[in-house]
């Protein structure tokens, strides 16, 4: 068995119908993995990027890049070597919980409260996919009642 | 100008050229079935079933080199086509395929005769489109030629609402293409070609592996020019059969599963691989660790994601099989065929140690007696389909193949019922040369209906059914891998073959001996109408050698020596 690698893949395509699905599809009809992804239109263009993170042995890494590139809609494929990668998580906990620790600790991962109601605090945090992991582990003890994660975006540096 | 839907469709299959157009009518296609109607610029041959348009128009594009055009209706008819498609994609078959769709306005309300078409063909289409505006269609339609024609051939579907087809719009089919994000890489890169060149040169038991992109891309002349002019000796895949004729000295006959015992030895001892246009499929290389474990390997392809895909290539170019090798004949004066005569004789030794043959039988007809036999009688003058089985492996065995598209058979998705419709395609794309289907009781009776499509368009193609009341290819698995247990293959009841080619307007002969045997093929040629020729051959006969499944390729199973 071949070692599992993860990788960040960006994909640029035409912005166009059902090509969120051709992208998809090829991954669940191949049998390859996605972690996450994330898809926006590139402004003033009639492209959109995707950010795909994935894993998989060197080989099927190759083969994803492949044959997302024979899709007709895509114009180019990145396999990130050196890159600059950010996700966001929102946070939902009990007004009741001790918002200044939770404060202070969202500070340390680029983040702050971006909304405060009768009931409920929500945070936002923007950091690598591994310190966001880390974010989720230390705030369990502040019973966080609902969390979403965006999938990652990345750059080449 | 401003035409509807239906007329653009009508007008960009005649601006593409097409002579012939393979479909079945329905609710959501009759506007563009009402334009056929008052058309005279191409024909349209009604098939009995959509699968079988398809295939027809799967056969028609082998043998002609063309793209195929099929026409469907939605629902029913679409997912009938289905199979057609997956099909045409696994083999890399140029196809447009076009298919009506319920009015925009249905669309997801569940409407009759509606089914999601283009989620459905997304996997099995090398693109697709809905059209969801007539202002599109010409240029749709356009994308649609150029991209099932180009790069790796495949079918390209385009599904069109009925409100679609009735929309007036500007039409101009003159319009340029601007397809930025396909560009297929034709040209292979010269530095990799002289590369490739060198480790040629220096090989000293290199072979050619010749698959079927070397037919998809017109490149077997070119192909033959470069093994005769290095004088290195060649294996053909199951799909490129015809690349070479049958009688070139060079040529070791098919490789893989099934293939011969030289064939398959000459991969084992081989220390350079030359690929073009093959895929390294399983059937062909058996367990990938042992595959041609101690040789280097040139890829040729024209898609990238099939160069290391399976087999690491230590030289790969991607590019058009012709493109490339025309370089290579260019760069292939220093290439000294004397050099291989040792290396030659070393495979011509595996030849005669165990040639491809089988055990003839005094009171019974063995299946590749037939092959051959049709080859003696036919030879050249044959286009050759297969349905998929047993009655296939032998035809790609045994039938002497002068030339490329002369050989048309399912062989990535293995499909059963291809062979008829298929071979009705070839008759329309070829009327010159005889159409045999060599079949099998199973497969035959898959796409039987066409005989009513054969007959009414006067398309004599020749079915010769290997009859030996099996699902043989299983029952081979079952006999040799399942201790004989014959779970659902045993088709001892049968139709009465003759009767059901008499029903439909053919002929029909039911063939005991071999003597019967010459005389109905004889007939069935001479009176050129559409023949059911039912030979009762061997039952328990065996495709022989084979590579079981999974296994090395120097690990063949052979046929057996018979005592003298």
Redesign the interface.
């Known amino acids: 068995m071949e070692a599992s690698e993860r990788r960040v893949i960006s994909v640029i395509?035409?912005n166009e119908?059902?090509v969120l699905?051709?992208i998809t599809?090829l991954f669940s009809?191949r049998g390859y993995n996605i972690t996450s992804l994330t898809v926006a239109p590139i402004p003033d263009s009639r492209y959109s990027r995707l950010t795909i993170v994935t894993s998989g042995s060197i080989?099927v890494i190759?083969?994803i890049t492949?044959?997302l590139?024979?899709l007709?809609?895509?114009?180019r494929v990145y396999e990130h070597a050196d890159l600059v990668e950010k996700e966001m998580a929102l946070v939902k906990f009990p007004v009741t919980e001790n918002i200044t620790d939770i404060s202070t600790l969202c500070e340390a991962y680029n983040g702050k409260i971006v909304n405060v109601g009768e009931n409920v605090i929500i945070v936002m945090v923007a950091d690598e996919p591994k310190r966001v992991d880390n974010f989720l582990q230390v705030i369990k003890r502040y019973n966080p009642k609902e969390i979403v994660r965006s999938g990652a975006v990345a750059l080449e540096r | 100008m401003q035409i509807n839907g239906a007329q653009m469709v009508i007008e960009a299959l005649i601006a593409e050229g097409v002579d012939t157009v393979f479909g079945y009518p329905g609710g959501a296609i009759m506007n563009v079935y009402d334009e056929i109607y008052k058309q005279n610029d191409f024909k349209h041959i009604l098939t009995r079933h959509e699968q079988a348009s398809v295939h027809a128009a799967e056969g028609y594009s082998k043998a002609s080199g063309k793209v195929g055009v099929a026409m469907i209706t939605s629902g029913p008819g679409f997912t009938n086509a289905v199979t057609g498609l997956a099909d045409a994609y696994m083999d890399s078959i140029p196809l447009v395929v076009i298919s009506g769709q319920v009015p925009m306005s249905l669309i997801g309300t569940d409407a009759f005769q509606e089914i999601d078409a283009?989620?459905i063909s997304?996997?099995c289409t090398?693109?697709n489109y809905?059209v969801?505006d007539a202002k599109d269609l010409g240029r749709i339609l356009k994308e649609a030629f150029h991209?099932a024609s180009t790069g790796r051939p495949g079918p390209v579907h385009v599904d069109i609402p009925k409100d679609v087809t009735a929309q007036i719009a500007e039409f101009d089919y003159s319009l340029e293409l601007n397809?930025?994000?396909?560009k297929p890489h034709v040209k292979g890169n010269p530095r990799q070609i002289k590369k490739a060149m060198e480790a040629i040169s220096k090989a000293k038991r290199p072979l050619f592996y010749l698959g079927g992109g070397i037919i998809n891309a017109d490149a077997a002349y070119e192909v033959r020019d470069l093994v005769h002019k290095t004088g290195i000796p060649a294996v053909e895949t199951f799909m490129a059969r015809g690349t070479l004729s049958h009688d070139d000295d060079l040529l070791i006959s098919m490789l893989g599963m099934h293939g011969s015992y030289a064939a398959n030895m000459a991969m084992s001892e081989t220390d350079l691989v030359i690929g073009l246009g093959a895929r390294f499929d399983d059937r062909v290389t058996g367990k990938l660790s042992e595959f041609a474990k101690n040789a280097g390997v040139i890829h040729v392809d024209i898609?990238?994601?099939s160069i290391?895909?399976l087999v690491n290539a230590d030289y790969p170019i991607v590019g058009d099989v012709k493109n490339v090798v025309k370089e290579m004949l260019e760069l292939s004066s220093e290439i000294k065929s004397e050099k291989y005569s040792s290396w030659r004789d070393t495979i011509n030794q595996f030849d005669e140690l165990h040639p491809l043959a089988y055990h003839e039988d005094t009171d019974r007809i063995k299946p590749q007696w037939v092959i051959e036999r049709v080859g003696e009688l036919l030879g050249d003058s044959a286009n050759i389909s297969t349905d998929v089985g047993q009655h296939q492996m032998w035809s790609a065995q045994f039938y002497p193949f002068t030339r490329p598209r002369q050989w048309i058979s399912s062989g990535g998705l293995g499909t059963m019922g291809f062979g008829f419709p298929a071979a009705i395609g070839v008759k329309s794309a070829c009327p010159e040369k005889i159409s045999v289907n060599f079949t099998g009781d199973g497969s035959i009776l898959m796409n039987c209906q066409e005989l009513m499509t054969a007959v009414e368009q006067k398309l004599p193609v020749i079915n010769i059914i290997l009859n030996n009341n099996f699902l043989g290819m299983v029952r081979q698995w079952q006999t040799m891998f399942y201790d004989k247990r014959h779970s659902e293959t045993d088709l001892s009841v049968q139709p009465d073959f003759v009767k059901l080619s008499e029903a439909f307007g053919g002929i029909g002969y039911r063939v005991k001996t071999k003597d019967e045997f010459d005389a109905a093929l004889k007939d069935a040629v001479e009176k050129n109408i559409v023949a059911f020729i039912d030979v009762v051959v061997e039952r328990m006969e065996n495709v022989m050698p084979m590579v079981p499944s999974g296994g090395s390729l120097f690990n063949m199973m052979l046929l057996e020596k018979k005592e003298k």
């Open positions: 395509v035409v119908a059902s699905s051709r599809d009809g080989r190759e083969q492949k044959q590139h024979k007709i809609p895509v114009l | 283009v989620g997304r996997s090398k693109h809905l969801t991209i397809l930025e994000t396909y898609d990238p994601a290391s895909k």
